[in-house]
């Protein structure tokens, strides 16, 4: 992302915010008429300076949440109550939403999760408590009179992020703007001021003290912002990871069994940066378009990320001088599973990305086409919803610098999509169910509902699975045979 010199940006500001004049200056208008400051501040800001649209109007004041509410609810078709003891109010005008804060410093005790918030009485003590120089921006209303005490507009035209205070006195304030830091060096491109990263470095413990939820919030607007290897590079470099992502940086001692990387982690980055590529629209040969997974993609981008986690703790030193990481795909959705639920992500999350972290492997059974039907279904079964992101994870993962050898895997991989749309078409693999229901089956072996008709449906989906259609008769010949096998036929 380019950045124009510092005239253009405000003359591109004035041009973005244009739309949201009438509202900026009706509200300038009424809080000055009841005796009170408000400006647009930080976010907004910053967006219209970079000529990029923004849904959020912030707003603050030194009205408190008590005198923001009627002047707003005067105004409003609703308010709600955003967070009174931090000084927001919510309001919705037709479309229009705007948050009313009150000027404030929040800073956390040495052991606390939660800041403490004070309030304050002016403009400039506001904004020198933000996160960084270009998010302490503002204009005044209701004449959009700019304000930038800490040099964020000079920041923004260099592409740097500094903090508007000392880096250690910010952090220390709020740890988590350590995190805010790689988070915007993904979604910006911005450089990371040296000072900043030298107290990120320094007190990258410190973000102990912040909840497992805010943390997870950062990361997840991190990996989804366009860059995202620098953001997760600055955690790595800094300490921070070892904190909050610890998988992470311990791949950089592993290297991987094609010898052709520097080592696993930057593997695991490249292949982040390989799956979102694929993201979005996308053909096969001889096949034409396929279901594409629609960016930015959460569960693909952690998959992606984390697929390789478990090779530290697999690594052997084989006798012929490799090294080899047996079973590592099972070692590592482990390891996802329970890093995601130390921070606190859903459930469906958390089992979908260990699912694929699973998966990620099974392909290269697969050689060069050598599997049976059979096997492609049961990949296609295993993988369920997940199918698509499968595919993309996997072609991820190849990032060989032998042309060939990539253009080779990828033939292959196109060669298995294409039999899997063919087996999809004949068969619906997506609907796959045994051949006899589980009334059927009860009624064949004379058994109630329970854990034993549930082996019973499992052995005729894996017939299913195996043979294809066979059809009611022969799939009750062949329940009837493993029936036969069981000691509860006996004990019946």
Same mark, same amino acid.
């Given at each position: ?8 940006? %405000? ?21 000055? #008429? ?22 959020? /109007? ?35 005008? !037709? ?38 120089? =270009? ?59 040296? &000072? ?19 943390? !997870?919030?950062? *990361?997840? $607007?991190?990996?989804?912002? @366009? ?6 590079? /600055? ?10 992502? @610890? ?37 096969? &040969? ?9 960016? &930015? ?6 998959? +992606?990320?984390?697929?390789? =986690? ?8 084989? $006798? ?13 959705? $482990?390891?996802?599973?329970?890093? %995601? !639920? ?8 958390? $089992? ?22 059979? +096997? ?13 992101? *499968? ?17 080779? %895997? ?9 039999? =899997?749309?063919? *087996? ?16 059927? =089956?009860?009624?064949? %072996?004379?058994?109630? &509902? ?5 082996? +019973? ?16 008769? #022969? ?18």
């Amino acid at each position: 992302m380019s950045v124009p010199p510092v005239v253009e940006l %405000l003359q591109q500001a004035t041009r973005q915010l244009a739309p949201h004049l009438p509202v900026l200056t009706e509200l300038g208008e009424r809080f000055g #008429a009841a005796g009170h400051e408000i400006a647009l501040v930080g976010g907004p800001v910053r967006d219209a300076l970079l000529g990029r649209d923004s849904s959020d /109007l912030d707003l603050t004041t030194d009205a408190r949440p008590e005198q923001i509410e009627p002047i707003l609810a005067d105004w409003a078709d609703t308010t709600w109550d955003v967070g009174r003891d931090f000084g927001t109010i919510g309001a919705r005008r !037709r479309d229009v939403v705007v948050e009313v804060t009150t000027y404030r410093a929040d800073a956390y005790a040495a052991d606390s999760r939660k800041p403490v918030v004070a309030f304050g009485d002016n403009l400039d003590e506001d904004l020198v408590r933000r996160d960084f120089t =270009i998010n302490a921006m503002a204009m005044r209303l209701p004449d959009l009179t700019f304000v930038d005490p800490h040099g964020g507009l000079a920041d923004l035209a260099a592409r740097r992020l500094m903090t508007p205070s000392a880096p250690e006195i910010s952090f220390s304030d709020d740890p988590l703007r350590m995190l805010r830091a790689a988070r915007f060096a993904a979604q910006l491109g911005f450089e990371v001021a040296e &000072p900043v990263r030298a107290a990120m470095t320094a007190m990258a413990e410190r973000i102990e003290i912040v909840s497992a939820e805010r943390v !997870r919030d950062e *990361l997840v $607007k991190l990996l989804l912002a @366009p860059q995202p290897r620098d953001g997760l590079t /600055l955690l790595v470099d800094t300490g921070l990871a070892e904190q909050v992502l @610890p998988e992470l940086p311990a791949l950089r001692l592993e290297v991987d069994e094609h010898h052709r990387h520097k080592d696993v982690y930057q593997h695991s980055l490249t292949v982040l940066e390989q799956a979102m590529a694929l993201e979005g629209p996308r053909t096969v &040969p001889d096949l034409g378009e396929v279901e594409p997974v629609h960016g &930015p993609d959460l569960v693909l981008r952690l998959a +992606a990320l984390l697929h390789d =986690i478990g090779k530290p703790a697999t690594r052997r030193f084989e $006798k012929n001088g490799g090294v080899s990481f047996h079973h590592h795909e099972m070692v590592g959705a $482990k390891l996802t599973r329970a890093r %995601l !639920r130390a921070l606190r992500f859903d459930k469906e999350t958390i $089992k979908a990305v260990s699912r694929l972290v699973e998966l990620h492997l099974r392909f290269h059974g697969y050689g060069g086409g050598e599997w049976t039907d059979s +096997a492609v279904r049961r990949y296609v079964t295993d993988a369920g919803p997940l199918l698509s992101r *499968l595919h993309l994870l996997t072609r991820s993962d190849s990032t060989t610098r032998n042309r060939k050898k990539a253009e080779r %895997l990828a033939r292959t991989y196109d060669d298995l999509e294409r039999r =899997i749309a063919e *087996l999809v078409a004949a068969e619906e693999l997506g609907k796959v169910r045994p051949e006899l229901d589980g009334n059927q =089956i009860g009624e064949v %072996l004379g058994i109630p &509902p329970g854990p034993v008709l549930g082996r +019973a449906y499992k052995h005729l989906l894996q017939v299913r699975l195996d043979e294809g259609p066979i059809g009611e008769a #022969a799939a009750r010949e062949r329940l009837l045979e493993w029936w036969a096998q069981q000691p509860e036929s006996s004990a019946g």
